[in-house]
């Protein structure tokens, strides 16, 4: 879940990820793949789109967490799967541990969605986020900014500010 929530990767590109996909010199995942289940049996295809091939750039702390669990894998080739599991799985241990937790039910696809919001409220550019996470257009990216509801405080108080320096 953290390297979704760092990556805003989909989930088949999760699933799909191999060791040797990570670059550990550079802190840098290549994304060249996806895991679909076609007729009952998962298959390693090309991600979704054009767009979806492509390098990002992790932090070093999720990249040590990476680390610390391919270590804890004896055995684990460079061509192996990183994460050995399904789709429903994944969805599985996420419903149980929200459950668990008391809060209200997420999909997988909310990581994603909250890496994206939170790139939008740091600032970074819709080309830039749109190109991080694979979209085809900004226009895509540009739909998470709904999120904000109170961006227009936020923009009126900053001319405020710019206001009071011209003064």
Do not use: W
Not at 126 to 138: L, N, T
Request: with cysteine; glycine share 4%; net charge positive.
């Amino acid at each position: 879940f953290e390297t979704l929530y760092f990556t805003g990767l989909r989930k088949g590109e999760l699933l799909a990820l191999t060791v040797s996909d990570i670059d550990f010199d550079r802190n840098i995942i290549s994304i060249t793949k996806s895991l679909q289940v076609i007729k009952r049996k998962m298959v390693i295809t090309s991600p979704k789109t054009k767009m979806s091939v492509r390098k990002i750039r992790i932090n070093s702390g999720l990249a040590e967490e990476l680390k610390e669990y391919i270590a804890s894998r004896p055995g684990l080739k460079d061509d192996d799967r990183l994460f050995f599991i399904t789709k429903e799985y994944l969805n599985r241990i996420l419903k149980k541990g929200t459950k668990k937790a008391k809060l209200n039910p997420i999909t997988i696809h909310c990581f994603r969605h909250s890496h994206i919001t939170n790139l939008i409220s740091a600032g970074y550019s819709p080309a830039d986020i749109a190109k991080r996470v694979g979209h085809e257009s900004i226009y895509i990216t540009l739909h998470y900014s709904h999120a904000f509801k109170n961006v227009e405080d936020n923009i009126a108080d900053s001319l405020d500010t710019i206001m009071e320096g011209l003064e």
